[in-house]
């Protein structure tokens, strides 16, 4: 056999890569120019061609010109790094077909695997196939099943399997199409996506602890308050009312994003950096968290206001939202990991839409000093040691500290030390482009496993049924003032890194 030719880090088989959903949003604003630059950084030209597919009509030429659209000019990056490596138009031309499914039928399907063997065959791809199915929910069950009954499943080479978000509904839907994904592929064929992972400060997360010896000694409820993990957002929901208001934040966000943020910070060290092993400690973390009751929980939904400067609808005004709607649009929960290392320590998490900015961020606070040495001290501007991972914008960390200010009455001070990724890497890969290229090479580290979707649902579907009601928030605050009866128990406080030099804001 030839050796695999190394790719970047990384050696990539050639295949061709079928998506599924190739007219829609996903493929045309994040997975078209995330291709292209893989392509373009890892010179990785000749390893995969890709074959749209949807129902509508269209010819190659049609899923070319598309394609162009998508990736001509748009990317910051492009003009960062310097030339393009490959043309957009050139690229296009040499990769790209397009092959629709019309109805769906036996007959599209048949036809399908007609066309895939014959570009596989007339380009030496070796049957290595990924199918990505950037799909309506309501499409994914049909088209698997269809994969299988066409045997497109089976081929000489290997085949994967992408799976996008939203991943079931609850609990039951979940194991169901789990079930029904086992039917056709192997666990170690699926990757499901969770976007958030392909971040690359949200990877860092566990380097960060793990390759600082500093950090990890003092990760745990000897030393650490609170953890805070914020997802705020300042736009509404634009024109997805259809499926938002069947979602709402804590399907949306909360069952996804926000766990796997607390997966990551609070999971204990993998006994490799192997995919598995991580994925088992992510999945214990699950199993560890206290049930959430509803008094654990508030929710809300956004009221006309201002965002911007400029003034915004609210929720049930969002065209598309069903009236008297009681989607939430926010979710504050207060959750407890009931494990030797965190046992009495609150997590806080809080997203939600048409809020004050646009962050992600942890803010870990960690315990005051046990003995009051400084209370003579003016401790007006006092915060105490906050780290903050800032994991969207400005990508970086914060630690803050005290230090006595010089002046004539004696006054603590909080500073920080600070480290921004753009300043030290520049600007960072988009998600899609570390998933993606994770896919091509066979890493499913960043990819959430069967058994993690389903712990992941099994915590949330009891406060889905609940049936909270969401208290309303105006658009541009920060969420509900009930939220902070989540916080004030135990003294604390919601805090987030505000852009500027400043102390940490609320
Ligand atoms: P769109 O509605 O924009 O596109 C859906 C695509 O699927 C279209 O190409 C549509 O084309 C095709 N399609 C619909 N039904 C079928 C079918 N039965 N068989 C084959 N193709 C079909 O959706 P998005 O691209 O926004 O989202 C796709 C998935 O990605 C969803 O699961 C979404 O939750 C997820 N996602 C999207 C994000 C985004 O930024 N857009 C972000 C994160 C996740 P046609 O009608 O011609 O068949
Ligand atoms: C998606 C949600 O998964 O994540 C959206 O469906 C949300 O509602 C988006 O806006 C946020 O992603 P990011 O990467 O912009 O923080």
């Known amino acids: 056999m030839e050796p695999l030719p190394v790719v970047g880090a990384r050696a990539v088989d050639r295949h061709l890569l079928v998506v599924f959903g190739a007219t829609g949003d996903l493929y045309r604003q994040k997975l078209a120019p995330a291709l292209y630059h893989l392509v373009w950084q890892y010179q990785m030209s000749d390893r ?43 690229w296009c031309d040499q990769v790209l077909y397009y092959q629709s499914i019309a109805d769906g039928g036996p007959e599209a399907f048949d036809a399908l695997r007609r066309r895939i063997e014959r570009i596989e065959a007339a380009h030496g791809l070796g049957g290595n196939r990924i199918f990505y199915l950037a799909l309506p929910p309501s499409a994914l069950g049909p088209t698997v099943e269809a994969l299988g009954a066409s045997g497109l499943t089976h081929s000489a080479g290997w085949t994967r399997l992408v799976v996008e978000k939203p991943f079931g509904v609850d609990l039951e839907s979940a194991v169901g199409l789990n079930a029904m994904l086992h039917g056709c592929f192997d666990e170690p064929q699926i990757y499901r996506i969770d976007h958030y992972l392909g971040k690359a400060t949200v990877q860092n997360l566990l380097v960060f602890r793990l390759a600082n010896p500093l950090f990890e000694s003092v990760w745990n409820r000897d030393r650490i308050d609170n953890v805070q993990i914020t997802v705020a957002e300042s736009v509404g929901i634009g024109s997805r009312a259809g499926y938002y208001d069947r979602s709402g934040a804590l399907r949306d966000m909360v069952q996804n994003h926000l766990t796997q943020l607390l997966s990551l910070v609070g999971m204990e060290p993998p006994v490799s950096f192997d995919a598995e092993a991580i994925r088992d400690e992510k999945v214990k973390v699950l199993q560890s968290i206290r049930p959430i009751s509803p008094d654990d929980v508030v929710l809300g939904q956004y009221a006309p ?28 929960l207060r959750v407890f990991i009931d494990s030797w290392r965190w046992q009495g320590v609150p997590f806080y998490l809080r997203t939600g839409k048409r809020l004050g900015g646009r962050l992600t961020q942890i803010a870990v606070t960690f315990r005051e000093p046990p003995v009051a040495l400084f209370k003579s001290f003016e401790r007006s501007r006092h915060q105490g040691n906050v780290l903050y991972f800032k994991l969207q914008p400005h990508e970086g960390f914060d630690l803050f500290f005290d230090v006595q200010k010089p002046s004539g009455t004696p006054q603590l001070d909080t500073k920080s030390l600070a480290f921004a990724y753009e300043e030290a890497f520049g600007i960072l890969p988009d998600a899609y482009e570390t998933l993606l290229y994770d ?68």
């Open 439 to 506: 896919v091509m090479t066979g890493d499913r580290t960043l990819f959430v496993r069967s058994d993690e979707a389903e712990e992941a649902w099994r915590l949330y579907t009891p406060v889905l049924e609940a049936g909270i009601n969401p208290y309303p928030y105006q658009a541009g605050s920060w969420g509900p003032q009930e939220a902070e009866r989540l916080l004030s128990p135990r003294g604390h406080e919601w805090t987030v890194r505000l852009p500027g030099n400043g102390n940490p804001g609320v």
């Open 305 to 332: 206001g201002r965002v911007n400067g400029r003034r915004v609808a609210g929720y049930l005004d969002e065209k598309g939202v069903s009236s008297g709607s009681n989607t939430p649009t926010y979710a504050a």
């Open 48 to 90: 995969f061609l890709i074959l749209g597919v949807a129902r509508s009509q269209m010819d190659d030429e049609g899923f070319k010109s598309l394609t162009r659209a998508s990736v001509e000019g748009i990317s910051p990056r492009q003009t960062q790094l310097g030339e393009p490596y490959a043309d957009p138009a050139e």
